[in-house]
């Protein structure tokens, strides 16, 4: 019984891709002094693009190929994951290795920006995948050349094909323009999180450094080699700390011996501090809450331990969210990357702190805190799911394209 994905409207065809490609290599020969941009296909049909350049002598294979303008290229590794490119004029001219054949399209019969939105759909990757020979082993999975031709597209009449493409393309660019709005807003919202916290933390003068209310120098955790095996440690991923939340999702395992009595074991209401990120997010802190246990941090994170006869570990979280203390934090970031950044222990030891302030007014301040941010927070939750929705739309917006429900009212055959 054929199901609703293998249906097309009347006047629709299911077209093989070797009716419509062409194979074509360029062949060219590198020269050891010569400079080459090396080309490669994102997945899920996110379009080809140069991801480096090299002089020939660092290429073992001296036989490349060339790629041009309107080509159809993919990648043999990952065609399971979408890897389907038309190339643009940003790769015209540049070289890829045998990994990536090529193609030329009858534009007579195909709209390319048609096939470029085909190349997006769960529908190809799954036919791709079906295809594939070998292990699903990350690029284990491999698509070669006499099984490419076997990929099939639905391919309406060309008036059809122009207008689902003006559909598309409209839909995407209103979906673009949602999705940049929303991360205004979110920025937006988390600034007011942080201008919230630095207003109320204002009439606290610092008197002393952070240094003065830990019981020792923060510690840097253990980056074991993780190859998560099941029964294994877990080890926090730097995404654990990020945005001042503390997300227990993001972990790794490791297999590797450990120490019972190891200074890189957490215990639950440790605060964690990221030593190495980018700029923005750099020195961010969480609360770790005891799940996964046992749980390793990592060497990008450092831990402090505070002293409770001298400070509230929740204040001194919120008062790392400062605008004074993130300005301070951002300006000691150094690095010879121009992503990474890295701070010391020093560095944070040394920041400013309210020395003097009773540990009990300093809880009673970040119960306040608590509540004002939880507000901030459910918007920015709203904010979240508005995204997930957002991603989610062109997806199911494709799918029913391919699948010919957005057709003129045409009735569906079995195709």
């Known amino acids: 019984m054929e199901g609703p994905a293998n249906r097309i409207p009347a006047g629709w ?38 991801r480096d350049r090299v002089v020939g002598a660092d290429v073992a294979r001296k036989q490349q190929w060339i790629v041009r303008a309107g080509d159809v290229v993919y990648n043999k590794l990952f065609a399971w994951k979408g890897s389907f490119a038309i190339a643009d004029k940003a790769v015209d001219g540049h070289i890829v290795s045998d ?19 085909y190349f997006r759909t769960h529908q190809l990757a799954f036919q791709a995948e079906r295809l594939s020979k070998g292990a699903a082993a990350i690029s284990k999975l491999t ?3 006499p099984q490419f031709w076997d990929l099939t597209v639905p391919l309406p009449p060309p008036t059809e094909q122009e207008r689902l493409v003006a559909v598309l393309d409209a839909a995407e660019e209103k979906v673009t323009e949602a999705a940049r709005l929303r991360v205004e807003a979110e920025l937006e919202t988390a600034a007011l999180v942080t201008a919230a916290i630095g207003e109320a933390l204002l009439e606290f003068p610092a008197t002393g450094t952070v240094a003065d209310v830990l019981t020792g120098k923060p510690r840097n955790g253990w980056s074991a080699p993780c190859d998560n095996a099941e029964g294994g440690t877990a080890v926090l991923a730097l995404g654990a700390v990020t945005g001042f939340v503390y997300r227990p999702g993001e972990y790794k395992r490791t297999s590797e011996a450990t120490e019972p009595g190891a200074h890189y074991w957490l215990e639950p209401g440790d605060l964690l501090v990221t030593r190495s990120n980018t700029a923005r997010l750099l020195g961010h802190a969480a609360i770790y809450s005891g799940d996964p246990f046992p749980c390793i941090y990592p060497d990008l994170m450092m831990r402090l331990k505070v002293d409770s006869t001298k400070a509230d570990t929740r204040f001194l979280y919120y008062w790392l969210r400062t605008p004074a203390i993130r300005s301070r934090i951002e300006h000691a970031g150094s690095g010879t990357s121009s992503t990474m950044q890295k701070i010391t222990q020093q560095d944070v030891m040394g920041l400013p702190f309210p020395l003097g ?13 608590d509540a004002i941010v939880s507000r901030l927070e459910e918007v920015r939750s709203v904010q979240q799911r508005a995204a997930q929705d957002l991603s989610a739309l062109m997806p199911a917006l494709l799918d029913r394209v391919f699948q010919g429900e957005l057709g003129t009212g045409s009735r569906a055959t079995v195709g």
């Open 143 to 145: 698509l070669n050349p």
């Open 357 to 369: 302030l009773p540990p009990a007014e300093q809880e009673k301040a970040a119960k306040a805190l």
């Open 99 to 117: 990994k990536f054949p090529t193609y030329t399209l009858d534009t007579e019969r195909v709209e390319p920006r048609y096939l470029g939105h």
């Open 13 to 50: 065809e299911k077209v093989r891709f070797d009716e419509i490609l062409d194979r074509i290599e360029r062949k060219v020969e590198l020269n050891d002094s010569g400079e080459y941009a090396r080309v490669g296909v994102r997945w899920y049909g996110n379009g080809a693009f140069v």
